[in-house]
């Protein structure tokens, strides 16, 4: 068989995913604080065969720009409001059968421990669908409202993560496939031969296991992850089984591929262990013409200071200092601007102006739109697809669910007809849509 194209639906439990208009927007139905907003969504894009949902995440209110929120809150900034994805995920397993399932938590404001149990219950109440979008948090906002005076520093971050997915991996090992018996008839539950003893002594973190929750379907949750920097994309490299980006255009879509498969490599993994999947907001209508409307008509509602906004807060840096004339160069070259903040700016496009990123921002956080017939997306996604530009992709909606529901029954029989997509789940779990391998016993 060829190699079959993977798609994820990409959700926030809030009002604001990346577009910042889809609250607003008239084709949205209900809004986030209704179960039915996420159940609708789910079964849709199970019906199209995706491989999984999954929700980001973020845990405070940002005031990075101008040291205020009341912009962030008037008007719906990414960040301003939502609820917490696991509950959601556990009510969602109830209402699909194949789909994969995924939610955001951090490793700076977490501990391994919570992370373990929630996703090893997940897990196997979903039989095998669970995945774990690890981040490290982006900025002091988050850090106060969990009583710390700063966030760490970035690179700091990603070190206490490392730390900490090996220790919530060790937990999740901790339990042999076999170990739980349940036979009644000899009153023997588990062989403790077969439970393992954990004690982790770190820099970061004590732990003594084992967990107390047998070894899951999957053995562990699949690992998500999304840091473009070259720290984050080392820790992808070691831990991810499926990696989300966002990108311009294929040549930086193949070129972000090569980096990571080469990366994952030199830790000893098969390129394929991780997929790569780029982020893309498709506008589909009955021509060109009328998808170009479409987007038009989103893009009008997405206000440009709330791109801003939203910039501010997940570099953690205040730019309502700069005019909005200025280039990026100019701000990046600030020689008080700290280095991974200069990084973040160059990587979003040197020649733009802080007022051009805002308005990107506002519209779709730089997902690039795509528009056109249901045939013409199926096509343009092949063609990237092909020439090696991703593994599949992440699908970001400009109104819930009318941009799934559009999405499966138009682009979707295209993708099936080109022979890139599969045309039935041939698994249960989410590894097995994946085609990852699965994770041996005592690993």
Known sequence: MSRQMHLAAFLLAGPVIHSHAVWRHPDTEGHYLEP??????AKIVEEGLFDFLFFADRLAIGDQMGGSRETALRYGAQDATRLDPMPILSYLIAHTQRLGLGATRSTTYYEPAHVARAFATLDHLSRGRAAWNIVTSMNDSEGRLFG????????????????FVEVACQLWQSWEHDALQLDRVHGILADPGKVRALQHNGKWFSVEGPLNIP???????VLIQAGSSGRGRRFGARWAEAIFTIQPDLARMRAFREDVRAQVTQHGRSADSCKVLTAVMPFVGGSLAEAEAR?????????????????????NFDFSGYPLNASIAQIAAEPDLPPSVAEKLLSLGSESTLESLGRAFASSVRVPQMVGSGQQVAEQLAELFLAGGCDGFVISPGYVPGSFTEFVESVVPHLKRLGVYRTAYEGSTLREHLDLAPLESHS
Do not use: C, F, I
């Open 36 to 41: 039915e907003y996420y159940t609708r969504t």
């Open 148 to 163: 710390k005076a700063r966030h760490l520093e970035h690179d700091v971050r990603y070190d206490r993560a490392d730390e």
């Open 215 to 221: 070894r899951s379907p999957q053995g562990r949750p």
């Open 295 to 315: 987007r038009d008509e989103h893009n009008a509602l997405a206000r440009p200071e709330l791109g801003l906004v939203t910039l501010s807060s997940q570099l």
